[in-house]
């Protein structure tokens, strides 16, 4: 399984931008996707995740109300759509699936597979 992301940019504090995260290769037995997000400097910190078959959603504290993740699993792709973005966002977000309902959500212990990476910048 591969994973692309794409959609991020430089945007200024209180913009908005989408990340997209597309599956290819063999997805099949996918339960689930997620955005992580690393700053220099800073340990990989979890974002926002979905649920395949249930669209269960979980954010972590600092997004929640700002970013709303969510999932086409016809294309199997996975957004994250950014809203009133601070310069604390600003990060490399890594898009993650997941192959178990089971364990954390939240950790990238449970992930199987991990796109490159795409760089957001939110200026001042």
């Known amino acids: 399984v591969q994973l692309q992301a794409s959609g991020g940019g430089l945007v200024q504090a209180g913009g908005s931008l989408r990340l997209s995260c597309a599956a290819s290769g063999r997805p099949f037995g996918i339960y689930g996707m997620g955005w992580f997000r690393q700053a220099p400097g800073k340990e990989r910190e979890f974002v926002a995740a979905?649920?395949?078959?249930?669209?269960?959603?979980t954010y972590a504290d600092s997004v929640k109300g700002r970013f709303t993740i969510s999932r086409d699993s016809a294309k199997n792709t996975v957004y994250l759509q950014m809203n009133s973005l601070k310069p604390e966002d600003t990060a490399v977000y890594y898009c993650a699936a997941r192959q178990t309902f089971k364990g954390d959500w939240d950790t990238p212990h449970d992930y199987a597979y991990w796109g490159q990476g795409t760089q957001v910048t939110v200026s001042s």
């Open positions: 979905v649920s395949w078959g249930t669209y269960r959603t």
